[in-house]
T-cell receptor
Framework: DTEVTQTPKHLVMGMTNKKSLKCEQH?????MYWYKQKAKKPPELMFV???????INESVPSRFSPECPNSSLLNLHLHALQPEDSALYLC?????????????FGDGTRLSIL | GESVGLHLPTLSVQEGDNSIINCAYS??????FIWYKQESGKGPQFIID?????DKRQGQRVTVLLNKTVKHLSLQIAATQPGDSAVYFC????????????FGAGTQVVVTP
């Protein structure tokens, strides 16, 4: 079991749908991350939140909208996605963004765009 | 550009043997390195880390070696077990990369009976 919980585990949506991915951690970490991972590839960083503020956006299309309601929760709002957005979306957390400490990952949401 | 890569995409190991997974990095400013294990259907799981002021670090059945001269990182798994079958990623960061880890391409380890 991981200490970073992601819901849902699987999501199938059409290109016109609006959905949200959720991530929760109770380790007191102040940095949270969204990654996208395609099959047989390493995770690719999308967003970094530090102390509930968006610190890094890796030029992600606006159809992905992150939100950090509090220090334990991280959401990723999805709208008008494309088939190429089908992937595993991973959430991670770490004590601070600039520390030499590992990021802890959830098990991801497997997203399929029809 | 700077990159982290792996020499072998797939490693087949007999159960009970030792495994060695290699990773090359090109950024001489990298100062922190992590090995992750990712099993099918799961997220990356932290295995072990090492800072650039160290050459070797040991965990339970795992050892990470860092050779800064040739910019090479390796993960050794002793007495490989079927549960070690997974994809292994190395990741590195620099002091000023602020939350950004550069991941290697990954190595698929297959443990055979």
């Amino acid at each position: 079991d991981t200490e970073v919980t992601q819901t849902p585990k699987h999501l199938v949506m059409g290109m016109t749908n609006k959905k949200s991915l959720k991530c929760e951690q109770h380790m007191g970490h102040r940095a949270m991350y969204w990654y996208k991972q395609k099959a047989k590839k390493p995770p690719e960083l999308m967003f970094v939140y530090s102390y509930e503020k968006l610190s890094i956006n890796e030029s992600v299309p606006s159809r992905f909208s992150p939100e950090c309601p509090n220090s334990s929760l991280l959401n990723l709002h999805l709208h008008a996605l494309q088939p190429e957005d089908s992937a595993l979306y991973l959430c991670a957390s770490s004590p601070w963004a600039d520390s030499n400490q590992p990021q802890h990952f959830g098990d991801g949401t497997r997203l399929s765009i029809l | 550009g700077e990159s982290v890569g792996l020499h072998l995409p797939t490693l087949s190991v007999q159960e009970g043997d030792n495994s060695i997974i290699n990773c090359a990095y090109s950024n001489s400013a990298s100062d922190y390195f992590i090995w992750y294990k990712q099993e099918s259907g799961k997220g990356p799981q932290f295995i072990i880390d090492i800072r650039s002021n160290m050459d070797k670090r040991q965990g339970q059945r795992v050892t990470v070696l860092l050779n800064k001269t040739v910019k090479h990182l390796s993960l050794q798994i002793a007495a490989t077990q079927p549960g070690d079958s997974a994809v292994y990623f190395c990741a590195e960061r620099t002091t000023d990369s602020w939350g950004k880890f550069q991941f290697g391409a990954g190595t698929q380890v297959v443990v055979t009976p």
